[in-house]
């Protein structure tokens, strides 16, 4: 079992910056990828960014490619999600994801989740 808590949510005009934070607990942290997913409202939810078990590789949707940075600190247990340049499309409940497979962009393929944090961003 893993248990992930995301912090670091908050409103932020758009152009802004925010620090997503995903602290883990439980089995080891360092045998899951790791991800961050979003639902934005009236959407479903979906894959934003993963980074691999040692962190030497990550992927991104193309909506935050350039924009947004995913990494990971197995001696903390921790894996954080860096936005930058923040639009008003990014308004959404972002989710911590865990998966003991590799790298996944498919919200069914994830082992645990996070309880989410909201993040809106105003024009």
């Known amino acids: 079992q893993v248990q992930l808590v995301e912090s670091g949510g908050g409103s932020v005009q758009a152009g802004g910056s925010l620090r997503l934070s995903c602290a883990a607990s439980g089995r080891s942290f360092s045998g899951y990828a790791m991800g961050w997913f979003r639902q934005r409202p009236g959407k479903e939810r979906e894959f934003v960014a993963t980074?691999?078990?040692?962190?030497?590789?990550?992927y991104y949707a193309d909506s935050v490619k350039g924009r947004f940075t995913i990494a990971r600190d197995n001696a903390k247990n921790v894996v954080y999600l860096q936005m930058n340049s923040l639009k008003p499309e990014d308004t959404a409940v972002y989710y911590c994801?865990?998966?003991?497979?590799?790298?996944?962009?498919?919200?069914?393929?994830?082992?645990?989740w996070g309880q989410g944090t909201q993040v809106t961003v105003s024009s």
């Open positions: 980074i691999n078990r040692n962190g030497g590789n990550t």
């Open positions: 994801t865990a998966t003991s497979s590799s790298i996944t962009t498919t919200p069914r393929f994830v082992d645990y």
